[in-house]
């Protein structure tokens, strides 16, 4: 992705007419759009080719399961035109890895959910943030995510992940401060509900990008 903006638009809508206007209308505010369930299960698999025609999309399937249920899953959402996809870390390494080589067939970004950003994160995700964060770095993937409502995991797991890209969401209705996680190490700030909920969202986009001047 370019770093032009260092944001990322989470398009959890559930129209895929809606979702096309926006990514239409935000062009310019953010490097990448990232599409989860809500939309794919609503608009279908389609609604990724035609985004990805307009922005970069980033597929957000946090795939969790066992390798040939990944690599299914990863064919699927990168063969349709996705340029990265989520994964989750804790099914362990050899259903990690089956994503990161699916992602390096199709040219992809892999990220690596350590830590995500709502309170509950930090019962059984917390403790185990670091073990995650290096299992990312042991298949190579493209980065990880960690959460902005937390700048001081996400210096944690920047200390443990070197020059790998940092996503972060949290940005927005959740809390989380923008400035706060950029300062903390993050590469690109996730931003949803905040932008496209807003009566004007291209209003809302330009003003967050004025305070990360």
């Known amino acids: 992705m370019k770093k032009d903006t260092r944001l990322i638009l989470a398009l959890d809508v559930t129209s895929k007419e809606h979702a096309l206007t926006l990514v239409k209308e935000l062009q310019g505010y953010f490097d990448a759009v990232k599409i989860g369930y809500p939309l794919i299960l609503s608009?279908?698999?389609?609604?990724?080719?035609?985004?990805?025609?307009?922005?970069?999309?980033?597929a957000d399937l946090k795939v969790a399961d066992i390798p040939n249920t990944n690599r299914l899953i990863c064919q699927a959402v990168l063969g349709a035109g996705a340029s990265g996809v989520i994964a989750q870390a804790f099914p362990g390494k050899d259903s990690l890895l089956a994503c990161k080589e699916n992602a390096a067939d199709h040219g992809a970004d892999l990220f690596v959910v350590t830590e995500m950003s709502h309170p509950g994160a930090e019962l059984f995700m917390a403790p185990l943030a670091e073990k995650m964060a290096r299992l990312a770095v042991e298949v190579d993937a493209t980065g990880v995510v960690a959460p902005a409502t937390r700048p001081n995991r996400i210096r944690l797991i920047r200390s443990i992940i070197g020059d790998r890209i940092i996503i972060s969401p949290g940005v927005g209705a959740q809390g989380g401060s923008a400035i706060a996680a950029l300062e903390a190490?993050?590469?690109?700030?996730?931003?949803?509900?905040?932008?496209?909920?807003?009566?004007?969202?291209?209003?809302?986009?330009?003003?967050?990008?004025?305070?990360?001047?």
């Open 43 to 58: 608009a279908g698999l389609d609604v990724v080719k035609e985004t990805s025609a307009i922005s970069p999309v980033i």
């Open 185 to 213: 190490g993050a590469d690109y700030l996730i931003v949803g509900r905040s932008i496209y909920g807003a009566k004007r969202p291209a209003e809302s986009a330009r003003m967050l990008l004025e305070t990360l001047l």
